[in-house]
């Protein structure tokens, strides 16, 4: 059992910034973030292959949006920087004790574990 825990998320103007973060209860491999707007599919954000350091973005959120893993604390980390209106939306951490296959990382269905999600509001 994997249980995650978001917190950090919170109503910012757009061109602001938010960290959110992630505790994890134990070590797995595969993390990433994702978000669901009402009304939109849940998109994947952020995914990061811990051992390797892989990482992969969503096109939505090159260039502003970072993942980071704590090497010493089973914490993960989305720094997210000129936020739009368009990100707004509810966040969630999820892990994957499956495996994820390249190119897959972004795909929720390789994910089996959920936190609860945290919000994130962006105002223009």
């Known amino acids: 059992q994997v249980q995650l825990a978001e917190s950090g998320g919170g109503s910012v103007q757009a061109g602001g910034s938010l960290t959110l973060r992630c505790d994890v209860s134990?070590?797995?491999?595969?993390l990433a973030w994702f978000r669901q707007a009402p009304g939109r599919d849940r998109e994947g954000v952020a995914a990061i292959k811990v051992g390797s350091g892989v990482i992969e973005y969503a096109d939505s959120v090159k260039g502003r949006f970072t993942i980071a893993k704590d090497t010493n604390k089973n914490t993960l980390y989305l720094q997210m920087n000129n936020l739009k209106p368009d990100d707004t939306a509810k966040y969630y951490c999820?892990?994957?004790?499956w495996g994820v296959g390249v190119g897959q990382s972004l795909r929720d269905s390789r994910y089996n574990y959920w936190g609860q999600g945290t919000q994130v509001t962006v105002s223009s």
């Open positions: 134990r070590y797995v491999n595969f």
């Open positions: 999820a892990a994957s004790t």
